[in-house]
């Protein structure tokens, strides 16, 4: 397999003064090169810090304690700022959730294009034209038009477009994509899902996408990761996962899934994810997991193949049960 993307017990920490967040904790997992590669879970797992991590663009306290992070076989962990800045301007482009973040109030959207673009030596006619050509292929209407407005004069899912178009203006080859739609409305969802498909085909990325929801997973991903305080639980082909989920928690996720077929009603999990300042022993869905056994407290369940390709960690995936 020819992968783009290796990460290998990566641990990122938030070491305050008073405490140690164990926000990703040994996580392991790759991306090949031209899928969609989901990590999915609720909000505090830490799917956002292992995407920041990916890029180092920790907010302080984090910092990298351990692993290794491989772009196209070239170490990330080690590189300097600088160095680091080129990759994110350049073969590696994130979005995220609210565009505004990334956006400048104070910046026409061409200047904003403009300033993505400035690595590659265009003369001011040539960008004009490649900032008309990558609103058009984020289907915003009058593109001329917009080139000269303002982030304000934008709706919410127009927003995402023109960051969606700032971002491929630097022609990533992985684009890592963190709660894209989770902001906007679902009909709009939809629209930017069916969006960053078609362009990851288009224009021949590899696409991560970071979501706290199963059903944009089974809509866009080619593999997946579920993530559960810090630790990977489950990895699966999407497919796979969905007709074999094996670890309680995604089962519990499938269960709560809104737009499951077939289902009446919704089953959200009880309770919320721990706390990962503190020590967790043994399995850290334990307080939430209906069939909990005293083994299971004991040490950390390692995640192990439990069918062909499919990955869970929990001490009882030998037992079969229906979701
Ligand atoms: N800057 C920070 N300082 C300290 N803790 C943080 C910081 N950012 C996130 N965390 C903590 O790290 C954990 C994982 O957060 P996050 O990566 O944002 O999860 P997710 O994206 O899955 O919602 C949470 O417990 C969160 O409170
Ligand atoms: S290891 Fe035990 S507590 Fe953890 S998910 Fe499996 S059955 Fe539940
Ligand atoms: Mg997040």
Redesign the pocket.
């Known amino acids: 397999m020819d992968n783009i993307l290796e990460v290998e017990h990566l641990k990122m920490y ?1 070491c ?1 003064k008073a405490e140690t ?4 904790d040994d996580v392991t997992f790759h991306v090949v090169r031209g899928e969609t590669f989901g ?1 999915v ?12 991590s990916l890029v180092k663009m ?5 910092r990298i304690v351990d692993g290794s992070v491989r772009y196209n076989g070239r170490e990330l962990t080690t590189l300097s700022e600088g160095q680091m800045r080129a990759v994110r301007g350049g073969e590696i482009g994130m979005i995220f959730q609210d565009p505004m973040t990334a956006l400048n109030p104070v910046m026409r959207i061409k200047d904003q294009i403009y300033e993505s673009l400035r690595r590659q030596k265009l003369s001011k006619k040539e960008m004009y034209a490649r900032g008309v050509e990558l609103l058009r292929l984020v289907d915003i209407p009058e593109p001329e038009k917009r080139m000269e407005e303002y982030v304000h004069q934008f709706s919410g899912g127009m927003r995402q477009r023109v960051m969606i178009a700032i971002t491929l203006a630097a022609n990533p080859k992985l684009l890592i994509a ?2 894209p739609t989770t902001a906007l409305d679902v009909t709009i969802q939809d629209q930017i899902i069916r969006l960053i498909g078609r362009l990851k085909e288009e224009l021949g990325m590899s696409v991560i996408i ?1 979501t ?1 929801d199963l059903g944009v997973v089974n809509e866009m991903c080619d593999r997946v990761v579920v ?1 559960y305080a ?1 630790h990977i639980v489950e990895q699966a082909e999407t497919r796979e996962l969905f007709d074999h989920p094996m670890h309680p928690y995604t089962r519990g996720l499938i269960r709560s899934l809104p737009r499951a077929e077939g289902r009446e009603k919704l089953e959200p999990i009880p309770g919320a ?1 721990p ?3 503190a020590e967790i022993p043994g399995c850290p869905f334990a307080d939430r997991c209906a069939r909990c056994t005293p083994a299971c407290r004991e040490a950390l369940p390692p995640l192990r193949e439990v069918r062909p390709g499919h990955l869970s960690a929990c001490v009882r995936d030998d037992l079969e049960v229906s979701v």
Request: aromatic content about 2%.
């Open positions: 938030y305050g967040v164990r926000a990703v990590i879970g609720e909000s505090g797992c830490g799917k956002s810090t292992v995407c920041k920790m907010p302080p306290p984090g963190d709660e970071i706290h993530m810090g994810p706390n990962l300042a």
